[in-house]
């Protein structure tokens, strides 16, 4: 264990990353238990990072506007194929966002078959580089986070109907893969909304969030302590942070015996 790793130029930044994808995430990750298409995130982020594999394959500037415009590109792409299997085959649609998971994935593989670096390209798709975000990307972030946010509270989401749902996805999913990796993505959406399922209205919010958020700063700093893999740490920490709870409020309900 090392105290000095614990560096908040660092931790900080990675931090405030954590917490604008929770926000967007959240209510996101509640509207997907409620529909029923847990796999969607997975999904998506996996056809978005298919399009950042892509523009880097065609030799796009990493982390330019050309690779960002390539991963909203194929996440809409994906959206919108989704709206239309939603349409015609609504009793399928779990199964086949597992098919367009896989088939992404897989076609990620492919591209990467060639590249030398191909396997660290994969890993930082999955687990992402939240300690290394900086200024620009956390106010990227930021701008995308306060659109869908607005999106959301003022309904324009719902009037758009399906497409406007999975719209919203691919464009948060989008913004957040980049920074903090698929499986980060699916725990961020799932973890926190799966937790508070008992409960209802903003009060179900606050809670997700601060369990969100718990969990985010707790797995940075067991991270940065044990020198450890700060997205895998996260996933753990989210999970044992709803865990605590889901005890906590089970114990509560129980009562005395």
């Known amino acids: 264990m090392n105290p000095s790793a614990l560096d908040w130029g660092i931790l900080g930044p990675a931090l405030i990353a954590g917490l604008l994808v929770l ?8 509207q997907v238990l409620d529909r029923g298409i847990v796999f969607i995130d997975l999904a998506i982020a996996q056809i978005a990072g298919l399009g950042v594999i892509a523009a880097d394959s065609l030799g796009l500037p990493e982390g330019g506007i050309a690779v960002q415009a390539a991963a909203i590109c194929a996440a809409l792409a994906g959206a919108l194929l989704l709206t239309w299997t939603e349409r ?4 399928q649609q779990e199964a ?5 998971f896989i088939l992404a994935a897989c076609a990620g593989i492919l591209l990467l078959a060639g590249n030398p670096h191909g396997g660290e390209h994969l890993k930082e798709l999955l687990v992402g580089q939240i300690l290394w975000v900086d200024a620009p990307q ?15 509270a003022l309904g324009w989401v719902e009037r758009l109907g399906r497409f406007g749902f999975y719209a ?3 464009l948060a999913v989008t913004a957040s893969v980049q920074r903090v990796g698929v499986y980060l993505v ?3 959406l799932i973890i926190p909304a799966l937790a508070t399922r008992a409960l209802h209205g903003r009060r179900r919010q606050l809670v997700a969030y601060a369990l969100g958020a718990s969990g985010y700063a707790l797995g940075l700093v067991l991270s940065a302590l044990l020198d450890l893999p700060s997205g895998a740490v996260i996933v753990w ?10 005890a906590l409020g089970s114990e509560v309900r129980s009562g005395p015996r």
Request: proline share 4%; charged share 5%; with cysteine.
């Open 23 to 30: 926000a967007t995430h959240v209510p996101l990750g509640m």
């Open 88 to 91: 015609k085959a609504p009793e």
């Open 96 to 100: 086949l966002i597992g098919v367009m």
């Open 138 to 152: 956390l106010l990227g972030l930021a701008a995308v986070s306060a659109l869908l946010l607005a999106a959301l």
């Open 168 to 170: 919203a996805f691919a």
């Open 186 to 188: 699916f725990s961020s």
């Open 237 to 246: 920490t989210l999970a044992a942070c709803a865990a605590g709870y889901a």
